[in-house]
């Protein structure tokens, strides 16, 4: 990591008072001193000519460690990475045209993922912007950054004046971390990174964080009812809770009435998978017992997430046909537009509603008596629709892998990210989370392939001391294989667990599923991953049998430094039981399609 670091003094200008009259400073020492205000200690970015003012301010000026992962993209993921594992907005800058439109990837993710980035994107001079003209291009490297990123960012501003910019920086770092969290774009022409400004110009207003939204009053009393009366209530618990720091509260409600908890996939490890509550993940590829518990239920309380079609299925209205339904979220467009009907909106944060209704609650004893015939019914699904492997081959299955390398990696802080496919599933059905000691980043929203790698990167730099797994598909894998040079020169000990089925298998399974013909796209002929890791200078093992891997997966998790485990699975495996189109979630498909 020290390659990155810029360790020259901290000699801003602007900060000693003597200097504060006289010595003027340019816009990129401006958003230098920002970074400051903000106690940005990292930023990610891949550099060009338009953002070379700002990383020299950086370089030059400041502490801040620059991470300079091989891709624009690369440096997204793990900046979003890194952002969820501080709970600070990560910093992320590109240059103008291709380091844009390289980074829209991230952005998006940052946006249907709720996480706090700010992005500084090189731009043209002012001069050299096309404006208004009808014309497509006036800059080298011109493009139209606000247009592109705008439906996919809580707010972008196009800097003109760098007297501007102090304030706006403000507002970015803001946005982000404001309510339902987000990208914020600021989008930099190069005159305005040079302009030269009085240092004093700008007094810092601390913004105010406005009040939560709390919940009313009687909509709690409502809902409390609701829970003491429930015979066979389920709690779905999404991202929005991971996210308020709601899992003690969500956790102590579960506990003390009885309450199974599903949960869709960023709201993993919100109740620990050890827990005989915890129904792991719901919808399209949860467990058969989740979705049961989620179809039977006759109270099913949503907390902080989207409903959207991957946790109900395609038949929104059909999700709990027998439950009431309540929903307590921070975002009030989701409950005013809410795919799923509801019977109750609670529009709050996780973490303050809960802790309302746990006032509200009347204490009975740990495991409410008026759920154990419920919990027992759960118990009865959970055992005939158990998510076992089947053997059938010699082949290693993905699953043993997830389960040998869950089991090598007992008692520590864990954080797993995935790629997207089938084995971003798997990992949730076979590997325990339990936040925040065992926590999943994966791409949930925008469902991204080539996300693992990257975050991985950010997270073992935002937590050096954590295990850092990832566990990726080998289409996914590829998307941003270069960032093994960026884990190689800093030395990150990142455990990357390569499950190569040599295909898109997720993609090629939906083909065959509705079809019924062979998808060539899917088939893959892959490289030698263990030797391609070992050119980077990257240690690495490669395991074909469930023999071999109980032994080598848990020696090469015990290195220490980067390692690359190449898991040829079996082809043939399928993510089953998975919830077809058109189906409710009483009925997921257990068939295979070869
Ligand atoms: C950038 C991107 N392109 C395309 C897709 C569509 N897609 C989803 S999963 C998948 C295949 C993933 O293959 P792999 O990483 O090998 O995972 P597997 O399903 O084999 O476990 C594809 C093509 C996507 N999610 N992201």
Same mark, same amino acid.
């Given at each position: 990591m020290e390659k990155s670091v810029a360790s020259v003094s901290e000699a801003m200008p602007a900060v000693s008072a003597s200097a504060r009259q006289t010595a003027p400073i340019s816009g990129a020492d401006q958003i230098a001193l920002s970074f400051r205000r903000h106690a940005i200690t990292h930023v990610y970015l891949f550099p060009g000519g338009t953002i070379a003012p700002i990383i020299d301010a950086i370089e030059t000026r400041t502490k801040i460690a620059i991470v300079c992962p091989r891709n624009e993209q690369g440096a997204g993921?793990?900046?979003?990475?890194?952002?969820?594992?501080?709970?600070?907005?990560?910093?992320?800058?590109?240059?103008?045209? %291709?380091?844009?439109?390289?980074?829209?990837?991230? +952005? /998006?993710?940052?946006?249907?993922?709720?996480? %706090?980035?700010? @992005?500084?994107?090189?731009?043209?001079?002012?001069? !050299?912007?096309?404006?208004?003209?009808?014309v497509k291009q006036r800059g080298f490297q011109e493009v139209d950054t606000i247009d592109l990123v705008r439906p996919i960012t809580k707010a972008?501003?196009? @800097?003109? !004046?760098?007297?501007?910019?102090? #304030?706006?920086m403000d507002r970015a770092?803001?946005?982000?971390?404001?309510?339902?969290?987000?990208?914020?774009? +600021? !989008?930099? %022409?190069?005159n305005v990174q040079r302009a030269s400004m009085p240092a004093d110009a700008?007094? %810092?207003?601390?913004?105010r964080f406005d009040e939560k939204p709390k919940a009313s009053? #009687? /909509?709690?009393?409502?809902?409390?009812?609701? +829970? #003491?009366?429930?015979?066979?209530?389920? +709690?779905?618990?999404?991202?929005g809770v991971v996210a308020a720091g709601a899992h003690g509260a969500l956790r102590r409600l579960a506990e003390r009435r009885g309450i199974p908890v599903a949960m869709s996939l960023p709201g993993l490890g919100a109740m620990p998978s050890s827990s005989p509550l915890s129904l792991g993940l719901c919808g399209y590829a949860g467990s058969q017992h989740a979705n049961l518990a989620i179809y039977n239920s006759d109270l099913l309380l949503a907390i902080g997430t989207t409903l959207h079609v991957r946790q109900t299925g395609s038949l929104p209205e059909r999700t709990a046909p027998k439950a009431k339904i309540a929903r307590i979220d921070l975002d009030l467009n989701e409950l005013e537009h809410s795919r799923v009907p509801l019977d109750l909106a609670i529009? /709050?944060?996780? #973490?303050?509603?809960?802790?309302?209704?746990?006032?509200?609650?009347?204490?009975?004893?740990i495991g409410s008596p008026r759920t154990q015939p419920w919990l027992a019914a759960i118990d009865s699904w959970r055992a005939r629709f158990p998510l076992a492997v089947k053997r059938n081959s010699r082949r290693l299955k993905p699953q043993e892998a997830i389960a040998i390398a869950d089991r090598a990696v007992r008692g520590k802080e864990i954080i797993v990210s995935t790629g997207v496919g089938q084995h971003q599933i798997w990992v949730p059905r076979h590997f325990a989370f339990d936040y925040p000691r065992r926590l999943l980043l994966t791409s949930s929203g925008h469902g991204t392939m080539g996300y693992d790698l990257p975050a991985a990167i950010g997270a073992k730099i935002a937590r050096p001391k954590a295990t850092v797994l990832c566990f990726v598909g080998d289409g996914s894998l590829q998307m941003n294989l270069q960032e093994l040079a960026t884990i190689a020169e800093l030395k990150l000990d990142i455990k990357i667990i390569v499950l190569d089925n040599q295909a898109l298998s997720i993609v090629a399974q939906f083909q065959r599923q509705n079809w019924k013909s062979h998808p060539t796209t899917g088939d893959k002929r892959n490289p030698d991953f263990a030797r391609i890791a070992r050119a980077y200078g990257i240690h690495s093992v490669t395991v074909a049998t469930a023999a071999s891997a109980r032994k080598a997966i848990p020696a090469a998790l015990k290195r220490r430094g980067p390692v690359l485990i190449h898991c040829r699975i079996d082809p043939k495996e399928e993510l089953l039981p998975m919830l077809l189109g058109g189906h409710t979630l009483d009925d997921m498909s257990f068939e295979t399609s070869f």
């Open positions: 993921y793990a900046a979003l990475a890194h952002a969820r594992l501080t709970g600070k907005p990560g910093v992320l800058m590109v240059t103008s045209g %291709p380091g844009v439109t390289n980074a829209v990837t991230p +952005i /998006a993710d940052a946006y249907y993922d709720n996480i %706090p980035l700010v @992005v500084l994107t090189g731009q043209v001079g002012t001069g !050299d912007m096309r404006g208004s003209v009808p972008a501003f196009l @800097v003109k !004046d760098a007297r501007d910019l102090p #304030e706006i770092f803001f946005l982000a971390q404001f309510g339902r969290q987000g990208p914020v774009v +600021i !989008d930099l %022409p190069m700008y007094a %810092p207003t601390r913004p009053d #009687e /909509a709690l009393l409502r809902l409390a009812h609701w +829970i #003491e009366t429930a015979s066979r209530p389920v +709690i779905l618990a999404g991202g529009h /709050a944060d996780a #973490e303050t509603a809960l802790g309302a209704l746990d006032d509200l609650l009347a204490r009975p004893a």
